[in-house]
């Protein structure tokens, strides 16, 4: 089951790890860059810890064999689902949101383990299902299996990290074979869901229910985060302000600007330059993962990769709209670069799975 | 293996067709970004730039004010204000609990103002409390680790070192108004001190200053990081003013349970020595902002204490206008000086009856016992020859019916009747009858105290009356460099010295004789001369019918007077409200300034009363034969 060491580097994607390592280290430096001063002096040292955490636990699973983890993915989904529910009786709010267990100084979001035991099991789920054609029961299936932690964290209620599961299913539906009138039908539904509310909703109860998801966000709030994230990452130009001197960021006008609103920090300090060399590391890990599933030795490889890949796409996507206010401000994370300790180990986690299936593409492996 | 591949080339296609998608959107994104950082940089660094870089306005320290003899009489003094961040703030009950147990005010009401706070963009601190002590500003310091969301600042407030003192004279500060921050040019904004009446109104130009600059770069809390650049504040002008100090305190303490007004002024140069309005206001409480319930105290009492007496409050001037119908006349040729009057007690004139203060009569007056004893009689006859337009030439050569032209503002320039002004203004014809009462100073004349000194210092400066002013010199601070006020007068009319010594020989006899008008408030030592008068309240017998107060109900009591006679140095008004007569209610302040002047002992052998109950009443120089249509005029029926 597990491989012999000295053969690993040969056979590692060094291509989606070499854009893992300066993701993560342009993360730490972002991390420092913004926390150092003030009451958050320290985290960057921190971020490098779970870094190193992050790349123990990529090891680990590169070493471990995905088809184990597949075979015992709904063991592993439903052992991950019982915190979420313990949290949504029990949990204790942070910042308005009970998404976050705490051990002493320890905090950690289990929500992304979740993610990966989810992505694991829509994995297996397909591994059987091949005829091209997705049928009902799969059909279901796999709804239920996205929906049920989606709606869990969504009462959390954190919007943001419930938005990322959603990946995991159109991957699912588009790579497994939805037909053309299974899309037609899921617009349909979402539209007429979504007409329904707004014309059976009073003013007052959407203002209740956008109040209850988003409990410390008014409308002024959020229109003056986005406005300074515009105006910091616009104020960079070409070149940036030099790492260090943003004054959107160092004078905090950036909000959050270590952790969803890093990538404005990066955008100010190093310019259109950092920007680029950012989204063309993440544009390069995606592509490369999915020649990765291209060559993947089984089908549940190939929607293992897929499906990280695709949370991995839609993060970084979804991010770096929100800046420019692209989309609206939802609170996910940048992956591998925004500061979050769970969020770094298991991107880094996953990744190690994807570089584990092309690991073991070779059937003797 | 194979099989596996095969089965696969529909999922192949797929994933071909996601990298079209994940390249699309890769470049939608770069794109986005090179509109937003290369298209558009050059707006959004500007827009940092605002955001970064804040204009602090240096307030510049507003001028002192300062007696004649260097006494400060206008301060500044250090205020704390205490602010919220309400981004520091890690539990906002916990900080409301500990402003409101420093500040001792009600947790709502702190609450209330936290609540305000929060509408305003979060970067804007919420201001808790103004006006904080020193150990208040400890108590919060002490708590600065818990609670770093409080943020002191401290600024000047304006102090008026002695309270409701010489109030009207130095005016106060208040928050600028809408007109005012339209109107003025120093840049005011809402929230700015700006001076109203009173010397902080008439010379807010001298002592604003002009404000600094500082271009500071702060935080998205509005914390100063660094400082950019720096135009230094240039402080306002210290304002030496005109009063003599010593003379207000005792004409405050004089007032203290009067209402009324009273003026003293150097007759040579038109220096206010004394200005006193009671009852006052102390300018204080405006500093400390008012509450609306003050306000409504201030607004509603009857007495007016924001009102300045000495230059607003109109009322005849009584007998005292005796003093110029008597030089006018005089000058005029119309009476000599020997020729007498017989006082019966009363004279009739036009078919009416018009008594004269002493029921007995005087019996036969010339012109110098006329003054001494303020005959009545006399002046009825006086009048009925000058007729209304000549009193009214006369009064108007006095500066009467015109401003003063003090350096004070709301100033109010009185009335003098003349047939011209009834048939404009009344719409009727003047009335003969009239006359006779505008000839006591009563009837629709009317003068301000002020209007009175300046008056009587013009007769006793050669006719050339003085404009009355505040400003004696101001200072720069740095360099202390000093700015004179350089006196004016207006000239009025020419002065026949022989003649002004005879009306000046009447004066001095209202004070310093046995049977003067004053005799109670003379000095030892026989410096100085005065008139006394008294102002009938209008509808006396009828509002007391009604039942009206009786107090409000005496009459009004004047006194004009200078000192000394030869060469004077300073001229009084004194007017109290309701007072009764001037001898007993306003002359004694006289007394009193002209002793603290020149230094007198104010040792009187005998009480102002029995003074008077003694004092002999018969003309020291009875005349026997009434002479002349002056004596006709007022002869008994």
Redesign the interface.
């Known amino acids: 089951m597990i491989g012999r060491v000295s053969a690993v580097p040969r056979r590692l994607d060094l291509v989606i790890l070499g854009c893992t390592v300066s993701l993560a280290l342009v993360g730490i430096l972002f991390v420092a860059s913004t926390t150092a001063t003030g009451r958050l002096s320290g985290l960057a040292t921190r971020q490098a810890i779970w870094v190193g955490i992050g790349f123990a636990g990529l090891l680990v699973a590169v070493l471990f064999d995905y088809r184990m983890l597949l075979k015992f993915s709904f063991p592993l989904y439903c052992f991950t689902l019982v915190p979420l529910v313990y949290l949504l009786f029990f949990g204790q709010r942070i910042q308005g949101v009970r998404s976050w267990i705490r051990y002493g100084g320890f905090q950690f979001q289990p929500a992304e383990l979740t993610k990966i035991a989810t992505a694991l099991l829509v994995a297996y789920l397909f591994e059987s299902e ?1 005829d ?1 054609r997705l049928r009902l029961s799969a059909f279901v299936k796999i709804g239920a299996i996205v929906g049920i932690p989606f709606l869990l964290v969504f009462l959390q209620p954190d919007l943001g990290l419930a938005l990322t599961f959603l990946p995991l299913l159109a991957i699912g539906l ?2 497994g ?1 939805l037909p053309l009138k299974g899309w037609i039908a899921i617009v349909l539904v979402v539209a007429v869901c979504a007409g329904g509310a707004w014309f059976f909703l009073k003013d007052y109860q959407k203002q209740r229910i956008s109040t209850f998801f988003n409990p410390d966000q008014d409308v ?2 959020s229109g ?1 985060q986005v406005r ?1 994230s ?9 070149s940036g302000k030099g790492f260090r001197s943003g ?2 960021s ?4 950036l909000p959050t600007p270590h952790t969803d609103f890093i990538f404005a920090s990066i ?1 100010e300090e190093w ?2 330059l950092g ?2 060399l950012v ?1 063309g590391l ?2 390069t890990l ?2 490369r993962a ?1 020649t990765l ?2 060559v993947a ?3 549940g490889g ?1 929607f293992l990769i ?1 499906g990280l890949a695709g949370v991995i ?1 839609f993060s970084v ?1 979804v991010n ?2 929100m800046m ?1 206010g ?1 989309l609206p401000t939802t609170g996910i994370p940048l992956p591998l670069v925004s500061y979050g300790g769970t969020a770094v180990a298991t991107t880094l986690f996953s990744i190690g799975l994807i570089l584990g299936v092309h690991y073991r593409r070779f ?1 003797n492996a | 293996m194979l099989k596996v591949r095969e089965n696969r080339a529909a999922l192949n296609r797929k994933i071909e067709a996601s990298r079209v998608i994940v390249g699309v959107v890769f470049a939608v994104l770069a794109t986005s970004y090179w509109y937003t950082q290369i298209v558009r940089g050059d707006y959004y660094f500007t827009q940092s730039e605002n955001n970064r870089i804040r204009s602090v306005r240096i307030n510049a320290p507003r001028g002192y004010v300062l007696d004649r003899n260097g006494k400060i009489l206008v301060d500044n003094e250090p205020a704390y204000t205490l602010y919220l961040y309400r981004r520091e703030a890690r539990n906002l009950p916990s900080s409301i609990d500990l402003a409101s147990l420093v500040l001792k005010v009600p947790r709502d009401q702190i609450k209330a103002r936290v609540e305000r706070g929060l509408r305003d963009p979060e970067f804007l601190p919420i201001t808790i409390g103004e006006n904080l002590g020193i150990d208040e500003v400890a108590a919060i310091e002490a708590h600065a680790f818990e609670h770093p969301e409080f943020a002191i600042t401290v600024s000047q407030r304006r102090l008026y070192t002695r309270g409701p003192a010489a109030a009207h004279v130095l005016g106060y500060l208040s928050e600028a108004s809408l007109d005012q921050i339209k109107s003025a040019e120093n840049g005011y904004k809402l929230g700015d001190w700006i001076g109203q009446k009173g010397i902080e109104g008439a010379y807010e130009g001298l002592l604003a200053g002009v404000n600094g600059e500082r271009r500071v770069i702060v935080d998205s809390h509005g914390r100063e990081m660094a400082e950019e650049r720096r135009v230094e504040a240039r402080p306002g002008q210290n304002l030496f003013v005109t009063l003599d100090l010593g003379l207000q305190e005792i004409a405050e303490e004089y007032f203290k349970d009067k209402v009324g007004s009273a003026v003293a002024i150097d007759p040579r140069t038109g220096e206010i020595l004394t200005l006193v309005s009671s009852p006052a206001y102390d300018p204080n409480w405006f500093t400390r902002r008012v509450s609306a319930k003050e306000w409504g105290e201030l607004l509603g009492d009857s007495n007016h204490p924001l009102q300045n007496r000495a230059i607003q409050n109109m009322f005849s001037p009584g007998s005292t206008f005796k003093v110029f119908l008597a030089y006018g006349a005089l000058a005029q040729g119309l009476v000599n000086p020997e020729e007498t009057v017989f006082c019966p007690g009363y004279a009739t004139y036009y078919g009416r009856t018009f008594h004269c203060h002493k029921k007995g009569g005087h019996g036969v007056v010339n012109l110098r016992n006329a003054i001494k004893y303020s005959c009545d009689t006399y002046f009825y006859a006086l009048g009925h020859k000058l007729g209304i337009d000549g009193i009214a030439k006369i009064a108007r050569s006095f500066g009467f019916g015109s401003p003063t032209g003090v350096d004070l503002p709301y100033e109010k320039s009185g009335l003098v009747p003349s047939e011209a002004w009834a048939i404009e203004k009344r719409k009727a014809r003047w009335y003969p009858s009239e006359t006779i009462s505008v000839a006591i100073g009563q009837g629709p004349v009317l003068v301000t105290p002020l209007q009175q000194v300046r008056a009587l210092a013009g007769l006793l400066e050669d006719g050339k009356l003085p404009t009355p002013h505040l400003f004696l010199a101001s200072q720069e601070p740095h360099s202390g460099k000093r700015l004179r006020y350089k006196s004016e007068t207006h000239p009025g009319l020419e002065i026949d010295p022989a003649k002004l010594a005879i009306i000046k020989n009447g004066m001095w006899a209202v004070l310093n004789e046995p049977g003067g008008t004053a005799y109670g408030s003379r000095i030892p030592g026989g410096e100085g001369g005065g008139k006394t008068g008294t102002t009938q309240v209008i509808g006396k017998e009828t509002t007391i019918r009604a039942g009206a107060d009786r107090k409000k109900l005496q009459d009004h009591a004047w006194f004009v007077g200078f000192a000394p006679i030869e060469n004077p140095e300073i001229v009084v008004c004194i007017f109290v409200e309701n007072g009764g007569h001037g001898n007993l209610a306003a002359a004694p302040l006289a007394k009193l300034l002209f002793a603290k002047k020149f230094g007198r002992p104010l040792d009187m052998p005998e009480s102002p009363r029995q003074q008077r109950a003694s004092a002999p009443v018969a003309p020291e120089k009875p005349a026997a034969v009434p002479a002349g249509r002056i004596a006709t005029a007022g002869a008994p029926r």
């Open positions: 091949d091209g588009f790579f074979g002024l709030k003056y300074q515009k105006i910091a990452v616009g104020s960079g130009g070409f004054t959107q160092q004078l905090r006008f955008a310019g259109f920007v680029i989204l993440f544009a995606v592509l999915l599933a291209g030795r089984d089908r190939v897929l796409f996507t770096a709209s420019i692209l059937a």
